[in-house]
Every structure is written in C-alpha cells, then in structure tokens.
C-alpha cells in the first residue's frame, strides 16, 4: 500500500464518522503524515500539540497551533479543519492568523523561512481570499487535504534539504501568484507535477 493509499484510508475513516472524534483524529493523522518523513524526523522536530495517549488523540490542541515543525531552516505549523464554506472562514480565519503570527514572533530570531499550512478536504473561498489578501503579512498557504498528503507523499524518502527546498520552492510560487482566483488551483497543480 502506497503512503497515499495509506492516509486516504485513515482520512475516510474520519470523513465516515467512523473514529469517536472526527476533528481529533484528523489532527493526529495529519501529524503521523509528518512523521513518515524519517529525516525531518532525525534532523528536525515534529511536534503534535494536541493530547495523544497510547497512540490515541484524546483532545484538540489547546489554544495555539495544531503541529510545529521544525527544520533546519524551516519551521511552519499545520492548522487543520473539517470546517467548509463560510463556516470555515467565520471560525478559523482569525485564529490561524492569530497563531502563525505568534509563533513567527517566537521563532523568527532561529528561521528565516516560517510558513502555515492551513489544511482541510476543501479550502472555501472565503478563505482562500483572506490568506491571499493577506499573503504579504502572514505566509499562509491553504491547502487541500488531497493536495497535502501528495506533497507529503512525495517528499517521505527526501532529506532534510531536499525537504525544505521544496517547502519553500512551494511557498515562492504560492505568494507569487497574481490573481485570487488562481491561488489553489496552482498549489493543486505546482504540488502535481512537483519531482522530487
């Protein structure tokens, strides 16, 4: 079984309703997604901030990111919601923002590069729009669950330098796009033909 097979399975089993708490577990799958990558695992830090016991997510991350991960040169966060449409916006835009500036502010004294990842099955408009309008201010890159576990997928055997390069190869194109409407069209289509 391939790692995307893999993770479209655990991802339908919260999509089914089929785990106690959907939203926790789409966090803690999201984090084991992560840790498939064994150099960013040996050489940087993967660090899951909700409640896991005996390999079981038990809550939500409490107030703040849902993962941290930290490169060598990199570091970024991982936001992740079930939420759609304009539900999605009303209730995760202004936390997201809220969290990746505090942590820019913690770290960028030991990063120059700090990134979100803001991930759901579907980025809503409403959203998409805000992280857009806001891209030279807070680097949030909306990303579709799909889309994510491929690049994921496609960086788990890379070093750490192939790793971040990527990473960030990703980010110059994304807050380089010109039109709103584009915006995760082109992530879909840059993580596509990405080889690594």
């Known amino acids: ?54 390999s079981k997510p038990i809550s939500h991350a409490p107030a703040g990111p849902d993962i941290e991960v930290f490169g060598l040169n990199v570091a970024f966060i991982c936001e992740c919601s079930l939420k759609s449409g304009s ?11 809220r969290h990746y500036e505090k942590f820019r502010e913690e770290n960028e004294s ?19 729009e805000w992280f857009y309008y806001l891209r030279n ?15 994921m997928s496609k960086l788990s055997n890379s070093n750490i330098d192939t790793y971040e390069n990527q990473i960030l190869k990703l980010s110059s194109i994304v807050f380089s796009i010109e039109k709103h409407q584009d915006w995760v069209k082109k992530i879909n289509k840059f993580v596509g033909k990405m080889t690594i």
Do not use: W
Request: charged share 25%; net charge negative.
């Open 1 to 54: 079984m391939s790692l995307i097979e893999k993770y479209n399975t655990l991802y339908k089993k919260v999509f089914k309703n089929e785990v106690i708490d959907p939203s926790s577990y789409f966090e803690y799958y999201t984090y084991l997604l992560l840790m498939e990558n064994e150099a960013l695992q040996n050489e940087g830090v993967i660090k899951s901030n909700q409640k896991i016991v005996d």
């Open 87 to 97: 539900m999605q916006f009303d209730d995760e835009h202004e936390s997201i923002s």
């Open 110 to 128: 030991n990063y120059r590069d700090i990134l979100c990842f803001f991930i759901s099955p579907k980025i809503s408009f409403e959203i998409s």
């Open 137 to 151: 201010e807070v680097k949030i890159i909306p990303i579709e669950l799909d889309t994510f576990n491929l690049l």
